[in-house]
Structures are given as structure tokens and as C-alpha cells.
């Protein structure tokens, strides 16, 4: 029988937000104007066909997610999307079993989709005859006439010549960002793999009836196991010693994923500290918000420090525990 239903956290609008957000500013949009969408329509579509809707809610959200995602991996694409709709797929597969098998958290459960997504993905890539070398080729390929279509339209409305050193600083921060997304491709695949599970995930125990495996849990409370530290000190190594050379490319991708665990765990301790300290209000989190985006370096800097530095001290465990003599 599945899983009991538990009541899913977090409000509707702050759902609706993330949601959002996701599906404006995730890299993929610009070699697929589908993929963010498919990657929550994956996911979702699995999980409620093993739980069999009964309702009329439960059913609208069944066709409605399997109808896109039929349609993204029906739709033709390049290698980079082949590569990403293998991964969603492998991720999608993993992350169901382990919500019909077991009582694993959603962090368990979407690092063990992630994977198996990059063993998938990877599969692809030997079965096709082709590369990672191949991918990032492809990636920065699909992504540069769109890099230009927006400098160009921003030079469009600027019109006056005035502005032409504006709009040269915009096209180098394109360029910057193709090239970032190239090399790190598979890394930035794994992280909207990861989010789409999130966001299905959290759709998913609001719209069915009897939902399987634990809904997400309050973001101040996200954590995932020390041992993932290996995932820093492996490739750390690899891109140190030159004679891995070849592997450089691979690792640098890991740690990536690594260090934005690292930063969501951070940015965890940090909300769970504003909320013991009563803070959370409207104006305090605008005001986050703007420190956020003008020091975005330093802040993502700060959190990945925060979230190493709690897989040893567990400050949120500590700052609950009543001291001695209290």
C-alpha cells in the first residue's frame, strides 16, 4: 500500500514562485525552450502514474505532465539535448523506485537520481560514438546564436552611440556565460535534474491522494550526509595533480555540484539561524534579496563556507540543543 499522505511544506505562492524562477532562468531554456518545463513534466508524470489518480485533480495533472513529457522526448534536438532528456529520464526512473522502495529522504533520493541521470547521460554518449569533448562543442554551438540575437537586441534598443560600451560589456558577459555553460554543462544538467525533482516532488504530494516516499522538508532543514565530502576531495586531487590532466574537465564539474550543495546547505544554517532569531519578516528578506544580487560572489561564497563548515559543527543541532546548567 503506499505511503500514508503527509502534508506537503511551504505555501502555494512561494511554490508558484520557485517554479518560476526556474523555468525563466535555467540555462537549458536556451538550447530548449522546453527543458525546464519537461524536467518537472518527467518526474511529475512518473510519480503519479505509480500512485494510479483516482481523482479528477490527480488525473488533469497526470495527462497534463505525461502530455509534455511525451512531447519533449518525442521532439528532435541536438546531441546536448539528447544528452539532458537521457539523464532526466534515468534520473526520473531512480528517484520513483526509491520513492516506491523506500523511506529515503528527498535528498537521498535526488542525489541517487543525479547519478544514475549521469551514468544514463554517459551511456548515451559511448552507445552515439561520441564525447564529452562532442557535447561541449554542441552546447556552445545551440547557445551562440541565441547569445547574439540578444546582444543584438540590446543594441537595438539602445540605439544611441552613446551606449555602445554598454552593450560590448553585455556581449563579453554573454560569451562569458556560453562558454561557462559549455564546460560546465553536465554539471548544470545534474542541478536542474535535481530542481525539477524538487518542484515535481512538491507538486506532486499536493495533487495526489495517497502520494508515495517522504514529501520535501523545510528548506532551513536541508542537510545530506558527510560523506559527501568525497565528492570534494576526489576531483579536488584530480585537478591538482597534472598527470590527470584528461579528467580535469570531469572533476571540475563534480566539484561544481559539489560547492552548490555546499551553498544551498549554507543558506540553510543561515535561514534556520534568521528564524530562531524571530527574523523572516517581508522587508528583511527584500533586503537579503538585494544584498544577495549585489554581492552575489561573496554571499555564494560565504554560504559554501557556512555549509562546509556545518557538516563537522552542525550548528542548527547545537543552537537547539539547551546547554548545560540551563
Do not use: C
Amino acid at each position: 500500500m503506499p505511503a500514508p499522505s503527509e502534508a506537503p511544506l511551504g505555501g502555494l505562492g512561494r511554490l508558484a514562485l520557485a517554479a518560476l524562477a526556474f523555468e525563466v532562468l535555467a540555462p537549458t531554456i536556451l538550447l530548449d525552450a522546453v527543458a525546464p518545463v519537461a524536467l518537472v513534466a518527467v518526474p511529475l508524470a512518473a510519480l503519479l502514474v505509480v500512485s494510479r489518480p483516482r481523482s479528477p485533480v490527480e488525473t488533469f495533472f497526470t495527462g497534463l505532465a505525461l502530455g509534455v513529457a511525451v512531447w519533449w522526448l518525442v521532439r528532435p534536438g541536438g546531441l546536448s539535448v539528447q544528452v539532458l532528456k537521457a539523464g532526466a529520464v534515468m534520473g526520473a526512473t531512480v528517484f520513483v523506485i526509491g520513492s516506491v522502495r523506500t523511506r529515503a529522504s528527498f535528498t537521498t533520493r535526488a542525489l541517487a537520481a543525479v547519478t544514475a541521470a549521469a551514468v544514463g547521460a554517459s551511456t548515451l554518449l559511448v552507445v552515439l560514438g561520441s564525447s564529452w569533448a562532442e557535447l561541449r562543442w554542441w552546447v556552445e554551438h545551440r547557445m551562440g546564436p541565441a547569445v547574439r540575437s540578444a546582444s543584438t537586441m540590446w543594441e537595438l534598443l539602445l540605439g544611441s552611440s552613446g551606449t555602445q560600451g554598454a552593450a560590448a560589456r553585455l556581449e563579453t558577459g554573454f560569451t562569458m556565460m556560453v562558454r561557462v555553460t559549455a564546460d560546465f554543462y553536465p554539471a548544470i544538467a545534474a542541478i536542474e535534474i535535481a530542481i525539477g525533482l524538487a518542484l515535481a516532488t512538491a507538486i506532486y504530494h499536493r495533487v495526489a491522494w495517497h502520494p508515495w516516499g517522504r514529501p520535501l522538508n523545510r528548506f532551513r532543514l536541508f542537510r545530506f550526509s558527510e560523506h559527501l565530502g568525497w565528492a570534494v576531495i576526489i576531483p579536488l586531487v584530480i585537478v591538482l595533480v597534472p598527470r590527470l590532466a584528461a579528467l580535469k574537465l570531469t572533476a571540475a564539474n563534480v566539484l561544481v555540484m559539489a560547492a552548490v550543495l555546499y551553498a544551498v546547505r549554507g543558506a540553510a544554517v543561515a535561514a534556520f539561524g534568521f528564524g530562531l532569531a524571530g527574523g523572516g519578516g517581508f522587508f528583511l528578506w527584500v533586503l537579503l534579496g538585494v544584498i544577495f544580487v549585489a554581492m552575489l560572489p561573496v554571499v555564494v561564497g560565504a554560504a559554501i563556507v557556512l555549509g562546509v563548515l556545518d557538516t563537522g559543527v552542525d550548528f542548527r543541532r547545537r543552537w537547539m540543543t539547551p546547554r548545560a546548567g540551563n
